[in-house]
């Protein structure tokens, strides 16, 4: 997203001189272990250990610190979704070997 903001601005004259917020739509306030509940939600077959000292988003399904209203209008951006997000983000780690994947043990 933030890529082809880059692009759009260059290809927008009425983008010159204005700045941007690049921060796709819905909630934007998320501890790291609502972060990484998705990830156990997206990948169901690996171990996701908690962040220590970060309980549960204590924030309203859909609120935002943010207004990214001017990056649509001007821009004409259309923002990736959160799971899309995490879920290639979570697979190019992997699979590039920058974040082992530790399978889930199973219960017997």
């Given amino acids: 997203d933030v890529a082809r903001a880059h692009v759009e601005a260059l290809l927008h004259p009425e983008a010159r001189g204005k700045r941007f917020i690049i921060d796709a739509d819905g909630s934007n306030a998320m501890t790291v ?30 609120f935002r610190m943010t207004d990214n209203t001017r990056s649509k209008v001007v821009l004409g951006l259309k923002y990736t979704c959160l799971e899309d997000t995490i879920r290639d983000s979570v697979s190019s780690m992997v699979e590039n070997g920058w974040v082992p994947a530790k399978p889930l043990m199973s219960k017997l």
């Fill in 33 to 62: 272990n609502d972060l990484l509940q998705k990830c156990r939600t997206l990948f169901p077959q690996w171990q996701f250990s908690n962040a220590q000292g970060s309980g549960a988003s204590q924030q309203q399904e859909g």
